[in-house]
């Protein structure tokens, strides 16, 4: 089974705890992460994200990254990933 989790257009510190709620509520073996409204990506939220896609894949869970668009694709890019690297944590190092 998988779940999509449509990601708000800001993620910043306020937008913490309920994403987290959500992320952690997500047990389907396929998590996917839906971020065509998404405009702001702060880093806590991005390190909860992060931590969440390690989490589920050391436990056998795959998480996907979709719909980035290009304002997303461009933070992430600040960060040092794309929308396809963010779902590989073996691509992390």
Excluded at 33 to 58: C, N, P, V, Y
Aim: hydrophobic share 40%.
């Amino acid at each position: 089974m998988s779940a999509i989790l449509a990601l708000p257009q800001r993620l910043d510190y306020q937008s913490l705890p309920s994403l987290l709620d959500e992320l952690k509520a997500a047990s389907d073996d396929t998590l996917v992460l839906d971020a065509q409204e998404l405009r702001h990506l702060g880093t806590l939220s991005l390190q909860t994200i992060l931590s969440a896609i390690k989490t589920r894949s050391e436990a056998g869970k795959t998480t996907r990254f979709v719909n980035a668009n290009d304002a997303c694709i461009d933070m992430l890019s600040l960060f040092g990933f794309t929308p396809e690297t963010l779902s590989q944590p073996e691509a992390w190092t």
